[in-house]
């Protein structure tokens, strides 16, 4: 059987793709990519159908990853929702989205990306997550992307172990 996550954040042309990209390749490092898939989402339509943002493709070009050609965005629907066994949003309003949309038995798998970097805060329950926000360089210059290419990076070794001990306990 087949484990699925999936990358999410606003409008799918950032954040969530360079997730998906980077868990990828980490996944093919670990050697678990035939037993992962990944992709991604946005919980807008606004830049349904675009490509990964240029910025976020040099971005990814420029640390040897793969540049997300042949991406198309696309909002997230319920139905993908409760067939992903682990949903990472980028943000807690990503987040709280998603628990809204999702069937009770899903929410559980609604896990903070930022939640697995080891050195982010510590968010207990209860506790406001939005200090694991990932925040969107959409609107910065290429340090924003690097910015935000470094927490995703941090966050994906976790994933990786966590998927590892999950696989493969």
Known sequence: MTYRVMTVCTGNICRSPMAEIVLRARLEEAGLADEVVVD?????????????????RAVLAAHGYPTGDGHHAHRIT?????TRDLILPATAQHARTLRRMA????ADRIVMLRRFDPAAPVVGPGEPEHVLDIDDPWYGGMQDFEDC??????????????LRATLHP
Request: glycine share 8%; aromatic share 0%; no cysteine.
């Open 40 to 56: 991604s989402s946005g919980v807008s339509d606004e830049e349904h159908g675009n490509p990964v943002d240029r910025r976020a």
């Open 78 to 82: 319920a139905t993908e929702l409760s």
């Open 103 to 106: 069937p009770a038995e899903v």
């Open 149 to 162: 290419l470094t927490q995703i990076e941090a966050a994906t070794a976790g994933v990786v172990a966590h």
